[in-house]
């Protein structure tokens, strides 16, 4: 994003249309040359026609960027610098394309200003070119997009608006196209996935789409209901398919688009006097939309960029027309839709609230004016009852609730809402400052207060808390926005359907409890007995399989490497002979804490390899991972026992568990014990076989 507002240069954009033959023939001649290829091997540039180039990209390239300094309009220049990236190396990540820039644009910007350029358009042009060629601030958000056109446009305008509010977009686009025969989930795809990427957008049937949807929406033109029927369930049966297959392989967060049915037939398009779709088109395509809608909810970690909402507001017809002047999109490859622009801010909508929220654990909920209107110590007050079934509904899908309510307990009538006493893990109802109040429940619950998020209707209060705990997100509960926001936690990977979750709020509240008996006495076996530890140690079974995604996706302090494991990966090692996945259970008076620790054991004929080990943080201080690692020694029949450790910036408490239980490290991160050895365990545990 510019330092300043760019203001327009129509001098110079009556120079750009002057000299227009000389500098696209320039631009070509520097962004395709020998030295750039070898720089940047994978750049789209080297098998390019130089004739189509010239007229179907530099020449509109041009265009647009002489509208901008003519206008100042900024649809011009999110367009400009989105077509930049069309022969640039655009796979590599945000690093390369930062290097890639800084290489050729410079050369690029002169060709652009001429010899004799005064000084002031060499720098409006340098402001124009920053986002291409300025270092990233912050950690770039990774988005591998899958789709047509229409979602290579919307990286263009996400890239420039996320400029606009300090994000910064690390793209891995993979094109798919029922015409040209393109699979959409290659191995290139799946490499892809596997690398590592935050969020994963998809749009099956904007434009060209997939065969099954142009078959679609041709039989429904045609009035054969039967067969519209089942077209749409098999188009429904192909996305819910290729959702699951993405699914096997991470667990990231998808943005799944659904159908508007652009593009419009040509004569449609042209003749405003006609309804923009016909009657039966439209009609295929609710019913097809409902079916996305249904799959979207049932598939984990999944938003719906509902297309609908943009044609419904600003109409099918403006959605189609190009964002480009015609005498630009006359000869341009270049070709903008409308839709692409508003669905940039759907994404950025979306993005926003993930990149708020993917740390969340617990949500500190105010009171008064927040679950309901008014103030409950004065009389009668309106419950919000929408507001507290949706914390109601995360709570059982394991987002912790703790109330931090400027208040006297006397005067909370519990009968009256819905939420209980009982879906708090903490409550600090009183008259201290909501910032004393947080560092207890941080401290009570032994987590992290990065990973709050404030519900609060008082600015100051917000703003108190802002300023002494910057890391804790304050929402303000007054705004609809603020509930569309928490809404959004159940398609993040921080709340799941499981029986773990459900029991979230009481396995905390058994763990404070834990916590004041520690508190009791300084002798730590003595304590450590009285808690009557018990320890289940065994192999992962399918039905775990859920438990485990959520323990090495949420752990962070005592996690071995960090790696997170997908659904899917995690179950390919459950059933191959080459791993041994190990889960210890924990239980004591308090109550049963569940599986708490997994070992991924790789075997080999002479050593076995801790691949990783992880272990929740309500489990540390027992013992426990001596326990699971005298375990792995016995499975590995006293073999070579290797541990690997990555370090991070949260896993310091892991830091010294080999070197504690008596491996040496070998290098760097690669841990041994030697064969036959053994570790010590605490004899306040009783350890039984999980099987």
Not at 270 to 279: Q, T
Not at 432 to 446: C, D, F, G, T
Not at 450 to 469: A, C, G, Y
Not at 645 to 661: D, G, I, L, M, Q
Request: aromatic content about 8%; glycine content about 6%; overall charge negative.
């Amino acid at each position: 994003m510019p330092d300043k507002p760019i203001v327009p240069r129509p001098d110079l954009a009556q120079y750009l249309v002057a000299h227009r033959d000389d500098i696209i023939l320039a631009w070509y001649e520097c962004q395709f040359n020998d030295e750039l290829f070898r720089l940047f091997p994978n750049s789209f540039a080297e098998s390019a026609d130089k004739r189509e180039v010239l007229d179907g990209h530099m020449a509109p390239l041009l265009s647009l960027l002489s509208e901008y300094a003519r206008t100042g309009d900024i649809v011009y220049r999110d367009l400009y610098l989105a077509e930049c990236y069309s022969y640039a190396p655009h796979r590599e990540g945000i690093d390369i394309l930062k290097r890639y820039f800084q290489a050729y644009m410079p050369a690029h910007i002169a060709a652009a200003t001429g010899r004799a350029a005064s000084p002031d358009w060499r720098t409006w042009m340098q402001d124009v070119h920053r986002p291409l060629t300025a270092p990233v601030k912050g950690q770039p958000i990774r988005i591998l997009t899958i789709g047509d056109c229409l979602i290579a446009q919307i990286q263009g305008f996400l890239r420039a608006r996320g400029l606009d509010v300090g994000i910064a977009f690390d793209f891995r686009f993979y094109y798919f196209s029922a015409l040209r025969g393109v699979q959409i989930l290659d191995d290139s795809v799946r490499e892809a996935i596997r690398s590592g990427t935050d969020l994963i957008a998809i749009s099956y049937l904007s434009y060209e789409g997939i065969p099954l949807y142009r078959s679609f929406l041709e039989t429904a033109e045609a009035g054969d209901k039967a067969q519209t029927a089942e077209l749409r369930e098999g188009v429904a049966r192909f996305i819910r398919e290729h959702l699951n297959m993405i699914r096997e392989l991470t667990d990231a967060p998808i943005l799944l688009h659904n159908a508007c049915g652009l593009p419009l037939r040509r004569f449609r398009q042209l003749l405003p006097f006609l309804p923009a779709m016909s009657r039966r088109r439209q009609e295929a395509l609710k019913e097809l939309n409902a079916s996305i809608a249904d799959i979207s909810a049932k598939v984990e970690n999944c938003f719906l960029i509902d297309e609908n909402a943009s044609t419904d507001r600003f109409g099918l017809r403006h959605c189609g027309d190009t964002l480009l002047p015609r005498s630009v999109a006359r000869d341009a490859a270049i070709h903008v839709e409308r839709l692409s622009q508003y669905l940039a801010e759907a994404y950025l909508d979306v993005v926003h609230d993930w990149k708020l929220l993917q740390k969340t654990k617990l949500l500190l909920v105010d009171f008064d004016n927040t679950l309901w209107g008014g103030v409950m110590a004065d009389g009668p007050v309106q419950q919000y009852a929408d507001r507290q079934e949706l914390l109601r509904r995360l709570s059982e899908q394991g987002i912790l609730l703790a109330a931090v309510s400027k208040n006297s307990p006397a005067n909370i009538r519990w009968d009256e809402m819905v939420l209980s006493e009982n879906d708090f893990a903490s409550q600090k109802i009183n008259w201290n400052l909501k910032v004393h109040s947080i560092r207890e429940i941080a401290q009570e619950l032994n987590l992290g207060t990065d990973s709050f998020v404030l519900l609060d209707d008082n600015p100051v209060e917000l703003e108190l808390v802002q300023s002494e705990l910057p890391e804790v997100v304050c929402l303000d509960s007054t705004r609809a926005e603020t509930w569309k926001t928490i809404s959004r936690l159940f398609s993040m990977p921080n709340t799941r359907q499981t029986d773990e979750a459900k029991r979230r709020t009481q396995l905390y509240k058994e763990q404070a409890r834990r916590n004041e008996a520690v508190r009791e006495t300084s002798d730590h076996p003595e304590l450590m007995r009285r808690l009557s530890l018990k320890a289940a140690i065994g192999p992962a079974r399918s039905a775990d399989l859920d438990r485990l995604a959520e323990l090495v996706q949420r752990t962070n302090q005592f996690n071995t490497t960090t790696v997170r494991y997908s659904h899917g990966e995690l179950e390919a090692m459950l059933k191959s002979s080459g791993y041994d996945v190990v889960v210890g259970e924990l239980a004591d008076k308090f109550g049963r804490l569940g599986i708490v620790c997994v070992a991924i054991v790789k075997k080999g004929e002479e050593e076995s390899i801790i691949e990783d080990f992880v272990m929740s943080c309500r489990a540390m201080g027992f013992g426990m991972e001596q326990v699971m690692l005298n375990a792995l020694i016995e499975r590995s029949e006293r073999k070579r026992i290797v541990g690997k450790f990555v370090p991070t910036a949260k896993n310091e408490p892991s830091s010294t568990f080999y070197k504690s239980s008596g491996f040496s490290e070998e290098f760097a991160g690669h841990w041994v014990l030697p064969a036959g050895a053994s570790v010590d365990v605490p004899e306040w545990i009783a350890v039984e076989n999980r099987d």
